[in-house]
């Protein structure tokens, strides 16, 4: 549900509830600010329970033991909660408000206009949410005692990646402590998504940060596929899916999916929770070697969701600094030499030429002459002993002094969007823009790369490393006859209007995936 902004702002206690961010099954979300003396503000994402549950005991005791839960959490990969408080009977929690999307929309954006999505992102994004699974499992109380704290919710709709490039979890609504009273599921009522449960969970069985790590798989793969896993057409199907557990590799549906993606989602998916990861520090750890593979850096997180999302975005996009040239505005790995600075000469030490010292005797001109006829000479005779012998020496080291191989992944965009990328030195079709490209340096340290696009200009691009790179064609369409030559076109501002963001929001299981058995060449929506 996208954020409604309200026409006026309700007050609720100290926090003004000013835009409706979603309603879940027993609380509303709101985005709310507080103010104090001289401008003072401060944003928060308030969860207020339904007006019609607040004379429940029981809803009133689950919303209060999540937060009471969640407020021992405090990790980087977490989202923090601040308060629990009542106003008029009724309860909430005030919680950190993210600029950015939750993986649901985010994963829809990206098949929608980019296609599969690289697996070095989706695994970026699992290591950053098994650390905070990691942190929430092994959390004790003040004696050292182990909590067993199990999320059960974990889904992508749960997930929320910031504009800054973090990867936090949300909602810990239905966490429980295994050494707390009785759970209604031992009454017969199951918490939590269907789609996203363990089988054991289905079952009824007792369950612990196992059925996270399933949980965890259940994401990874849909991301990676664009399909849902387990989703059926009724909840009946939807559970019988679950408890059969047949998964097949991501890569069949996503083929850039390596084979050690393939190996850390499907034991994570493993129908006997022994064989799953032992803990989900494990499987981050496993992750984090397909993160470090391929450089991925949380700025390319942010990139992708400015890229995605611009007009949600606001503020200063997270790139390098770009450079001008020819009209074209380019951001990454180009390098371009100052024109106002003259090459300066140094010797081998750095230092500039010594001065001279006139204590030192001069030469005559008849001497100095023989010498520079001797060196004139030898010259020669250098210059032919390297054609004869140097080259085949230079030959025979080439392999030693050669760049070493490198593999990385590169974004590239380019407005206006549709650009053809062809490869310089083998005129090789790689894609069209926006999309995130392999990148395979064999003996050299950079690839050309050439853009092209009907109507504008062809562009070429240094590409030495994964920095991610935006270029602006220019027009090719001829303008008005002048007397003298045609100016240089002016580069093509790109502006970014700021507006709110899209904030923390809660979805039902059927709104946060792409349609059930969708086929694999066809976007989820």
Known sequence: MAGAQLSEPIQFGKYSLFELIGRGGMAEVYKARI???????????????LPHLSSDPTFIKMFVEEAKLSARLA???????????????????????????????????????????RPELVAYIGREACRGLAYAHSLTDENGQ???????????????????????????????????AP??????????KYAYMAPEQTEGENVDNR???FACGIVLHEVLTGRRLFKGANDVQTIERVRRCEVPRPSLQNPAVPPAMDAVILKALARNPADRWGDAAEMADALDDIVHAARFQPT????????????EAGGSRPTSPHTTLHGHTVTGSASVRSTSLAPTSFTASGAGPGPVDPSLPLKSKSRLRSVFLTLVVLAAAGAAGWNVYGRKLLGQQSGATTAPSRRFFVYIKSEPPGANIYRVDNNTLMGATPVTLP???????SMRIRLEKPGYESFEQTVSGSDPISISLSSSTPGPADAGPAAAPAPKPVHHRRRPSQPVKEESDDDTQPAADAPPDEPAD
């Not at 390319?300 to 007009?311: I, N, S, T, V």
């Open 300 to 311: 390319h997180l942010a990139q992708l969701l400015f890229d995605l999302f611009p007009k």
């Open 75 to 117: 990790h980087p990969n977490i989202v923090h909660i601040f308060e629990l408080g009542a106003v008029d009977g009724e309860y909430f929690i005030s919680m950190e408000y993210l600029r950015g999307h939750d993986l649901a929309e985010t994963m829809r954006a990206i098949w929608k206009t980019l296609g599969p999505p």
């Open 211 to 213: 059925s996270d790590i």
């Open 35 to 49: 103010q104090g003396p001289q401008g003072f503000e401060r944003t928060f994402v308030v969860k207020r329970i």
């Open 183 to 192: 759970e209604t599921t031992k009454n017969g009522t199951m918490k939590g």
């Open 439 to 445: 990148i395979e340096l064999v003996g050299t340290s």
């Open 146 to 180: 182990a909590l067993g704290m199990v999320h059960r919710d974990i889904s992508p709709s749960n997930v929320m990646l910031s504009y800054e490039g973090a990867v936090k979890l949300l909602d810990f609504g239905i966490a429980k402590a295994l050494g707390d």
